[in-house]
């Protein structure tokens, strides 16, 4: 093998940067079949007399069956094989993404949207352990947070291009094209995503030898065997609810509160969502650099976004529109999903390699059980009692629950991180 310096990083290295490139690429395309839907809200509220409690459940009904479904099929996933898993579930999602353009009425959207939810179910989960198992473990926390920053980037093309493609084309075509550019990667990832080079590239980032190969696959008790690893799970999804309610509605609210048309509202609430989706890769960078010989600084970081995150979108929803406003939130957005990277590190941490997968469909249901689901559903119950700023005003208070649990689990991260890796003689605590 040649040293990287004659001709750029050696081959299973690039391999492995692949490997992220087209698994970042399908995690696009999930949350842009997943958020195009928030793009289209006022027109189908028009079109069909809708409330926003029933918009809400339309946006609620994907994340709750990801949060049902991404455990049972992690699980599979993780016997049947998780690249060829990964194809089908884009497959599923993107074929269901056409049947939501082709609805006649609001019960075929929900049945198209619940079937999306099925198929986006364990891609997160499984694409990040994917991942994970091509690189070395110093960079866990860049890593989950610029892979899951991949669901935000989706949301702001899903956000965006299907604001635009709804004013130029109507609101069905929005979902058509999205749907055809998830087949498209579908069918090109088993090609190039292998199994056996994928070996190959774990084995050049020092990956540890997979559990199952010596038939010693642990317990899936171990996957909540520290109190660290559950405050993990619910710390990420209480912070969640916040990181899933404001994109939801932001196209709404811009509509409302700022009176700009459906296709110029969806556009400014794509802007907010791209600086969150820089916030969570940023975020994870620091979490991985300010805990080089600290682990536990990662979680005190983690605190500080939360209680930073709740100040300011506190600020910024007790300010009259304008300016002042928009930078407020702009700060409040870019840290709403600051904490994925660090709760990412912390599952992996604290979880046997042979398991991620399940492990990060652990997370992933945490997420969307505690956060993604109920947080669009109740803000838009909320909104019909109060309006969409009342509601906007309770959110912070998910951010600050977030950080009571994260302080929780910094008081026994340290001796969970020991524990879990007291069998592997020459670990190093990253």
Same mark, same amino acid.
């Given at each position: 093998m040649?040293p990287?310096?004659?001709?750029?990083?050696?081959?299973?290295?690039?391999?492995?940067?692949?490997?992220?490139?087209?698994?970042?690429?399908?995690?696009?395309?999930?949350y842009?079949?997943?958020?195009?839907?928030n793009?289209?809200?006022?027109l189908?509220?028009?079109?069909w007399?809708?409330?926003?409690?029933?918009l809400?459940?339309l946006?609620?009904?994907?994340?709750l069956?990801?949060?049902?479904?991404?455990?049972?099929?992690?699980?599979?996933?993780?016997?049947?094989?998780?690249v060829?898993?990964?194809?089908?579930m884009?497959?599923?999602?993107?074929?269901a993404?056409?049947?939501?353009?082709?609805?006649?009425?609001?019960?075929?959207?929900?049945?198209?949207?619940?079937l999306?939810?099925?198929?986006?179910a364990?891609?997160?989960?499984?694409?990040i352990?994917?991942?994970?198992?091509v690189?070395?473990?110093?960079?866990? +926390?860049?890593?989950?947070?610029?892979?899951?920053?991949?669901?935000?980037?989706?949301?702001?093309?899903?956000?965006?291009?299907?604001?635009?493609?709804?004013?130029?084309?109507?609101?069905?075509?929005?979902?058509?094209?999205?749907?055809?550019?998830?087949?498209v990667?579908a069918?090109?990832?088993p090609?190039?995503?292998?199994?056996d080079r994928m070996?190959?590239?774990?084995?050049?980032?020092?990956?540890?030898?997979?559990?199952?190969? @010596?038939?010693?696959?642990?317990?899936?008790a171990?996957?909540? +065997?520290?109190?660290?690893v559950?405050?993990? %799970?619910v710390?990420?999804?209480?912070?969640?609810?916040?990181g899933?309610?404001?994109p939801?509605?932001?196209?709404s609210?811009?509509n409302?509160?700022?009176?700009?048309?459906?296709?110029?509202a969806?556009?400014?609430?794509?802007?907010?969502?791209?600086?969150?989706g820089?916030?969570?890769?940023?975020?994870?960078?620091?979490?991985?650099?300010?805990?080089?010989?600290?682990?536990?600084?990662?979680?005190?970081?983690?605190?500080?976004?939360?209680?930073?995150?709740?100040?300011?979108?506190?600020l910024?929803?007790?300010?009259?529109?304008?300016?002042?406003?928009?930078?407020?939130?702009?700060?409040?957005?870019?840290?709403?999903?600051? @904490?994925?990277?660090?709760?990412?590190?912390m599952?992996a941490?604290?979880?046997?390699?042979?398991i991620?997968?399940?492990?990060?469909?652990?997370?992933?249901?945490?997420?969307?059980?505690?956060?993604?689901?109920?947080?669009?559903?109740?803000t838009?119950?909320?909104a019909?009692?109060?309006?969409?700023l009342?509601?906007?005003?309770?959110?912070p208070?998910?951010?600050?629950?977030?950080?009571?649990?994260?302080?929780?689990?910094?008081r026994s %991260?340290?001796?969970?991180?020991?524990a879990?890796?007291a069998?592997?003689?020459?670990?190093?605590?990253?």
């Amino acid at each position: 093998m040649k040293p990287a310096g004659e001709s750029g990083l050696p081959a299973p290295q690039r391999y492995a940067w692949l490997i992220f490139a087209l698994s970042f690429g399908l995690l696009i395309s999930d949350y842009m079949a997943r958020q195009v839907l928030n793009a289209v809200f006022p027109l189908l509220k028009v079109q069909w007399a809708l409330s926003d409690a029933q918009l809400g459940a339309l946006s609620g009904i994907v994340a709750l069956m990801v949060g049902l479904l991404t455990f049972p099929l992690s699980l599979l996933a993780d016997r049947w094989g998780r690249v060829r898993s990964l194809a089908l579930m884009a497959v599923l999602w993107s074929v269901a993404t056409f049947i939501c353009g082709m609805a006649r009425n609001y019960e075929e959207m929900f049945i198209g949207r619940l079937l999306v939810g099925v198929g986006e179910a364990a891609y997160g989960s499984v694409g990040i352990a994917v991942v994970l198992s091509v690189f070395p473990a110093r960079m866990r +926390a860049t890593l989950t947070g610029a892979f899951m920053a991949g669901g935000l980037f989706g949301s702001v093309l899903g956000v965006g291009l299907g604001g635009f493609i709804a004013g130029q084309f109507g609101w069905r075509w929005a979902f058509v094209g999205i749907a055809l550019f998830g087949l498209v990667l579908a069918l090109i990832y088993p090609i190039v995503v292998r199994p056996d080079r994928m070996k190959l590239a774990s084995e050049q980032a020092g990956g540890q030898p997979d559990e199952a190969e @010596t038939n010693k696959r642990p317990p899936l008790a171990s996957l909540f +065997a520290s109190r660290s690893v559950r405050c993990a %799970y619910v710390g990420s999804g209480a912070q969640l609810f916040v990181g899933g309610a404001v994109p939801a509605w932001l196209p709404s609210y811009f509509n409302r509160y700022y009176g700009l048309e459906p296709s110029r509202a969806a556009l400014y609430a794509a802007l907010f969502i791209l600086i969150s989706g820089v916030g969570m890769i940023l975020c994870g960078i620091a979490s991985d650099r300010v805990s080089q010989g600290a682990p536990e600084r990662k979680i005190s970081l983690a605190i500080v976004y939360c209680l930073a995150c709740a100040a300011f979108l506190s600020l910024a929803f007790w300010m009259p529109p304008g300016a002042m406003q928009l930078g407020a939130l702009a700060i409040g957005v870019f840290l709403a999903a600051a @904490t994925s990277g660090t709760s990412g590190a912390m599952v992996a941490n604290l979880t046997p390699l042979a398991i991620h997968g399940t492990a990060f469909a652990t997370l992933t249901l945490a997420n969307n059980l505690i956060g993604l689901a109920p947080g669009p559903y109740l803000t838009g119950q909320l909104a019909d009692s109060v309006g969409l700023l009342g509601a906007f005003r309770y959110l912070p208070v998910a951010s600050i629950v977030a950080a009571v649990v994260f302080y929780i689990a910094r008081r026994s %991260y340290l001796a969970d991180l020991a524990a879990q890796r007291a069998p592997k003689a020459k670990a190093v605590l990253i």
